[in-house]
């Protein structure tokens, strides 16, 4: 389904979320004419834009993170991958990550929304922070959880100094 460009009421789609509690939101999209980003902002506690020209500033920061817990996701296919930040460089448009086990590319250029969202976890008795970087038809391409308390602190940071 193509992501409807118009405006898209918030409540509205936080009342199907309430209805749909199990779905995710690539399942919610096939309910809801929204770009799945605006569904996971919809289904998070707080949900802060950073805007795209503080792209290398965000990248710096994550490096500081310790390790990560990373998702890279298309439509049919999601890869978890827990690494250490400080390994990503970028070369033009893609940020890497090279270990014995396994090579990291992103496209990173392809980058047109930059999210902080939290969500209360009730199974893991706390909170998921994560940064997400949609493209421009909103899916959600890549997605780093704030794990380490390190990593947690500096999320709220990012939080607390891009909040409006």
Not at 48 to 77: C, F, K, Q, Y
């Amino acid at each position: 389904m193509k992501p409807n460009n118009k405006k898209i009421n918030l409540a509205t789609i936080r009342q199907i979320i309430a209805q749909n509690p199990r779905l995710s939101a690539m399942d919610l999209q096939a309910k809801i004419a929204a770009p799945e980003v605006e569904i996971m902002i919809a289904m998070s506690d707080a949900a802060v834009e950073i805007p795209l020209t503080d792209l290398e500033v965000v990248l710096e920061n994550i490096r500081s993170w310790g390790e990560v817990m990373s998702l890279i996701r298309n439509r049919d296919a999601v890869c978890e991958l827990k690494f250490s930040a400080a390994t990503l460089y970028r070369t033009n448009d893609w940020l890497n990550s090279i270990d014995p086990a396994y090579n990291l590319h992103i496209r990173i250029a392809n980058t047109r929304r930059i999210l902080l969202l939290a969500k209360s976890n009730h199974k893991r008795d706390g909170q998921t922070a994560s940064l997400n970087f949609a493209n421009a038809a909103g899916h959600v391409f890549w997605r780093v959880y704030a794990q380490s308390e390190m990593a947690q602190e500096q999320f709220k940071r990012l939080m607390e100094r891009y909040r409006k």
